[in-house]
């Protein structure tokens, strides 16, 4: 069977149905094509990223600020591990937001492959059928994939809805690159770290200072949610995670009379709320992206902001908040000290990084955020004992939240 040139295929059938960002792990299917983004593009038209969830992630804040689809492509392996973002947040039963999966075949039926295939191959076209997401087999002529991916990108921008393009092995020809491949990055790693801690808080605490300071801390998370949302410019947006701080802001704009058009409040896809935001930054130049994020949702795909932080931009803020606790599920601890969730965060390559656990150090933090930011938060445990949920349709929120972009 002859074989797609990755190069034309970017160029006629992604380029040409106006896809230009692609974000993903490696797969041996893609391979051509892989290597081919790896020799031509830089992000953030192609970042690498340590999951596949991640990729989903940035390809739906992508959308959010740009209106336009981009790809996330992975192994079919790594379709589980894009499945919650992809039911939880991009759905077209919960924001609908279109991107297009490019999914590498292992363990296809009919073709020899390792055995870790062997489940995961033949159902890799339910799996995608069964979530509703509609998918359509690589054809093995160019004309024929032209058609194919205008198709899946019409389907998704009507449907606003995750679409695919199931990819076999040896369809695409091998690219070889004009220079040597590269991670994806510009390069840019682990700044110098700019730890400022507050008057009371002294940094990195060893567990059993942190003991002693129990039931002591002066900020709750509302009070420092409210304290980042006074902090923004008017072009400024936020990008939160699901649970408890989504539904705090939700208060605190609706208390203040305020639409939702500066505030993504991301009820799904845990761990997630970095990738997200990074992918909206790069569609907005007007103003800064701040991440806000519970320490359970950093913590669960930490390795992704390991990865996107090195490169990410001046305008993207990165606040953790640290209560210790789900709180939002009832509070169970979250199985990290705060000693070693300081050394984590202290280990990720922003650019600056502030431990705060004073409203006067959260406000000096932020103002002094000038490059790719992490504010660790350090709050107590008390929370309203009702917050108010949501009401209208994420579709809504989806779309005001647009708006702020136009
Ligand atoms: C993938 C996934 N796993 C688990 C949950 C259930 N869940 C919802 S909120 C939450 C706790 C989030 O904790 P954290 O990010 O620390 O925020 P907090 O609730 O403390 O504000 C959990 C476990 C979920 N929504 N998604």
């Known amino acids: 069977m002859a074989t797609i040139d990755p190069r034309l295929f970017y160029e006629q059938a992604l380029v040409g ?11 041996s299917c893609l391979k051509g094509l892989l290597s081919y983004l790896y020799a031509t593009k830089n992000v953030p038209e192609h970042i690498v990223t340590a999951s596949e969830g991640a990729a989903v992630a940035l390809a739906a804040g992508y959308y959010l600020s ?34 297009l999966l490019i999914v590498g075949w292992r363990g296809r039926p009919g073709e020899h492959d390792e055995p870790e295939h062997v489940l995961a191959g033949p159902i890799t076209p339910s799996t995608l059928a069964l979530n509703g997401f509609p998918h359509e087999v690589m054809p093995s002529t160019l004309p024929e994939l032209v058609e194919t991916i205008a198709r899946l990108s019409r389907v998704a921008k009507e449907g606003n809805t995750p679409v695919a393009l199931v990819v076999p092995n040896h369809r695409f020809g091998p690219y070889v690159p004009d220079k040597t491949p590269t991670d994806g990055t510009d390069g840019a790693i682990n700044g110098n770290a700019n730890v400022i801690t507050s008057k009371k808080y002294r940094g990195p605490l060893r567990a059993e200072e ?57 009820i799904g896809a845990m761990g997630h709320t970095y990738p997200l935001a990074y992918g909206v930054q790069i569609g907005h130049s007007k103003g800064r992206v701040v991440c806000i994020e519970g320490d359970g949702s950093f913590l669960m795909h930490v390795s992704n902001v390991a990865v996107l932080a090195a490169h990410a931009p001046p305008s993207l803020i990165h606040v953790v908040i640290h209560n210790q606790i789900h709180c939002s599920t009832g509070n169970q601890p979250i199985p990290i000290s705060t000693e070693n969730l300081l050394s984590l965060a202290g280990s990720l ?28 938060v350090v709050v107590n445990q008390s929370v309203k004992n009702t917050l108010p949920r949501p009401t209208e349709h994420p579709f809504e929120l989806r779309d005001i939240y647009m708006s702020s972009f136009a």
Request: hydrophobic share 40%.
């Open 17 to 27: 149905n106006g896809i230009t960002h692609a974000f993903g792990v490696p797969d």
């Open 349 to 376: 390559p922003y650019k600056q990084k502030f431990f705060v656990d004073t409203s006067e150090g959260l406000i000096q933090a932020c103002e002094w955020a000038q490059e790719s930011t992490l504010i660790v």
């Open 210 to 266: 942190w003991r002693s300071a129990e039931g002591e801390l002066p900020l709750s998370r509302e009070y420092a949610i409210r304290a980042v949302l006074k902090q923004l410019y008017e072009k400024d947006v936020t990008v939160s995670s699901v649970g408890g701080n989504s539904r705090e802001i939700y208060m605190v704009r609706k208390e203040n009379g305020k639409d939702l058009s500066q505030n993504f409040l991301s």
């Open 66 to 99: 740009t209106g336009k689809l981009a790809v996330a492509y992975m192994q079919n392996s790594g379709l589980a591990n894009s499945l919650n973002p992809l039911q939880s947040l991009a759905a077209k039963e919960v924001f609908g937001i279109p991107l």
